[in-house]
Nanobody
Framework: QVPLVESGGGLAQAGGSLRLSCAAS????????LAWFRQVPGKEREFVAT????????YYADSVKGRFTISRDNAKSMVYLQMNTLKPEDTAVYYC?????????????????WGQGTQVTVSS
């Protein structure tokens, strides 16, 4: 198990910014690939962004590319999601996820470890 705890969600206006954080209580944190997903009630969880173990390779969903930035601090066992130019359609519960290995995968089924989620609401 890799305990993951998200924070930083809340209410923002369209065009505004929020920064999500995810803390991991895991001494081998630097070995994990990390990602952010989001889910709207009644819809499937969807991929947002992922980052490799060293932090030098990232991949984004088309819907957030150019607006969101994923980063990590292995010394602090933290992963972040900087969200800029927010849109009402970004409203969702955002989840942090972790997996072993080195591939940047986007399917929910490939990620065994999840946080509890943090709500992000963007008003128009």
């Amino acid at each position: 198990q890799v305990p993951l705890v998200e924070s930083g969600g809340g209410l923002a206006q369209a065009g505004g910014s929020l920064r999500l954080s995810c803390a991991a209580s895991e001494r081998t944190f630097s070995a994990y690939v990390l990602a952010w997903f989001r889910q709207v009630p009644g819809k499937e969880r969807e991929f947002v962004a992922t980052i490799n173990s060293s932090g030098d390779l990232t991949y984004y969903a088309d819907s957030v590319k150019g607006r969101f930035t994923i980063s990590r601090d292995n010394a602090k066992s933290m992963v972040y999601l900087q969200m800029n130019t927010l849109k009402p359609e970004d409203t969702a519960v955002y989840y942090c996820a972790a997996r072993d290995g080195s591939y940047l995968l986007t399917a929910v089924s490939e990620w065994p470890y999840w946080g509890q989620g943090t709500q992000v609401t963007v008003s128009s």
